[in-house]
Nanobody, 122 residues
């Protein structure tokens, strides 16, 4: 059974930082691509960052230089370090993956976590 569990969200002031975690069961992140998405109220879900099986990373233009996606294979966890947060980064953030996904082409995968709320106050 596949399960993705996000954590680390919260309320932070503009300019602050948060680190989101996505822990998996039923998926081995060392051989599976992972995406972080977010969805703000009234908006479509959008890709924020992505890491391929081989470790290649992708970032949305709006977060380049501020967000970093990384993977800890020993803990089977993917992180999203978010620095210099802005009010417009307020959203529910979701982890997305599926077993064995290569990530050579960025796409939405089968499994989603429940999401973690990030709220940035001005």
């Amino acid at each position: 059974q596949v399960q993705l569990v996000e954590s680390g969200g919260g309320l932070v002031q503009a300019g602050g930082s948060l680190r989101l975690s996505c822990a998996a069961s039923g998926i081995t992140f060392s051989i599976s691509a992972v995406g972080w998405y977010r969805q703000a109220p009234g908006k479509q879900r959008e890709l924020v960052a992505h890491i391929s099986r081989g470790g290649r990373t992708y970032y949305a233009d709006s977060v380049k230089g501020r967000f970093t996606i990384s993977r800890d294979d020993a803990k089977n966890t993917v992180y999203l370090q978010m620095n210099s947060l802005k009010p417009e980064n307020t959203a529910v953030y979701y982890c997305n993956s599926e077993p064995g996904a290569t990530g050579w082409v960025t796409r939405q995968y089968t499994y989603w976590g429940q999401g973690t709320q990030v709220t940035v106050s001005s």
